[in-house]
């Protein structure tokens, strides 16, 4: 059965840094478009960061130039470099998964999920 598994959560001050990863199995990882996306408290769902089978990668407006999204398909591994954290990034961060071209934006599209991992940013 597939699993994805986060870790790397944690709480920083305003312009900290932390690096989320995101340990896949019991998929052909390869063959799967990926992405993080983040909860807020009282807020929807949202895509940060996306990654196709071939490495391209794309990422929301709010997280340009200060997230990078990552993989190793050989260690079926995830990750996710935060710069400048800002206190408006603080969420529950999951890593999310689906097979195919072109990494969906919609969480509804994806077919496997972590359990989420928490990041706060305090100001």
């Known amino acids: 059965q597939a699993q994805l598994v986060e870790s790397g959560g944690g709480s920083v001050q305003t312009g900290g840094s932390l690096s989320l990863s995101c340990a896949a199995s019991?998929?052909?990882?390869?063959?799967?478009?990926m992405a993080w996306f983040r909860q807020a408290p009282g807020k929807e769902r949202e895509g940060v960061a996306f990654?196709?089978?071939?490495?391209?990668?794309s990422y929301a407006d709010s997280v340009k130039g200060r997230f990078t999204i990552s993989r190793d398909n050989t260690e079926m591994t995830l990750w996710l470099q935060m710069n400048n954290l800002l206190p408006e990034d603080t969420g529950t961060y999951y890593c999310?998964?689906?097979?195919?071209?072109?990494?969906?934006?919609?969480?509804?599209?994806?077919?496997?999920w972590g359990q989420g991992t928490q990041v706060t940013v305090s100001s």
């Open positions: 019991g998929l052909a990882y390869s063959r799967y478009c």
């Open positions: 999310a998964a689906v097979r195919g071209v072109v990494p969906p934006l919609r969480d509804d599209e994806y077919t496997y």
């Open positions: 990654i196709d089978r071939d490495y391209i990668t």
